[in-house]
């Protein structure tokens, strides 16, 4: 079956500590995955893409095919990366083509 | 550009009530999608639209959910009767074109709360 899959409810860090959010995934074929985020107060939004190995507010992701993983990583974490951050994957099936989201991990970076 | 809109923000029913909820895509967008966002989970999709017509509704519970967008614009998501199950957040996001690859933009969600 087709998931993904975020094993951490929270994460709570000091800032200017690293952080590593944790997405693992289940896709028969090749993945193209992705990082939503959710600012307390605002709209749930894009924060990176795998396939274009850009680096937005400083974090990165790199796809681990062996192990199924996508983590999503800061070496420095700032307070205003408290946020919900939703692991997603791209799935398609026929006519049913769709993005499946994890439970989503909040990020909670203390002064 | 103007982003998503969604309303009312929040609302509250009794269960067996009735309740609609409406969103206005990002301009040009053809492909509207409707989430149930049960709390602590992830945005679950319920529909998708590719202009008026439907692309996926595999997931929407028809026995009392529907949803339409007539014109290919606006969509409406109602719920008819209600349960307590259905309190989540309802998002509406639009991009432009049906590739789930492609950027989703989404709005602010309507919380609904059942009693």
């Known amino acids: 079956a087709q998931r993904v899959t975020q094993p951490e409810k929270l994460l709570s860090v000091f800032k200017g500590a690293p952080v590593e959010l944790k997405c693992n995934y289940s896709y028969s074929g090749s993945p193209e995955l992705f990082w939503y985020v959710q600012y307390s107060r605002q709209r749930l939004q894009l924060l990176l893409r795998h396939i274009s190995r850009e680096s937005i507010k400083g974090f990165t992701a790199d796809l681990n095919k062996g192990e199924t993983s996508f983590h999503l990583k800061k070496p420095f974490a700032q307070e205003e990366d408290s946020a919900m951050y939703y692991c997603a994957l791209p799935v398609y099936g026929g006519a049913t083509n769709k993005l499946i989201f994890g439970t989503g991990t909040l990020l909670a970076v203390q002064p | 550009e103007a982003g998503v809109a969604q309303s009312p923000r929040y609302k509250i029913i009794e269960k067996r009530q009735s309740v609609a909820f409406w969103c206005n895509p990002i301009?040009?967008?053809?492909?509207l999608y409707w989430y149930q966002q049960i709390l602590g989970q992830g945005p679950k999709l319920l529909i998708q639209f590719q202009n008026n017509g439907v692309v996926d509704d595999s997931q929407l519970p028809k026995d009392r959910f529907s949803a339409e967008r007539l014109k290919g614009v606006d969509s409406t998501l109602k719920i008819q009767p209600a349960k307590l199950e259905d309190s989540a957040v309802y998002l509406c996001a639009s991009s432009s074109s049906p590739d789930p690859t492609d950027t989703q933009y989404f709005g602010p969600g309507t919380r609904l709360t059942v009693l």
């Open positions: 301009s040009g967008h053809a492909t």
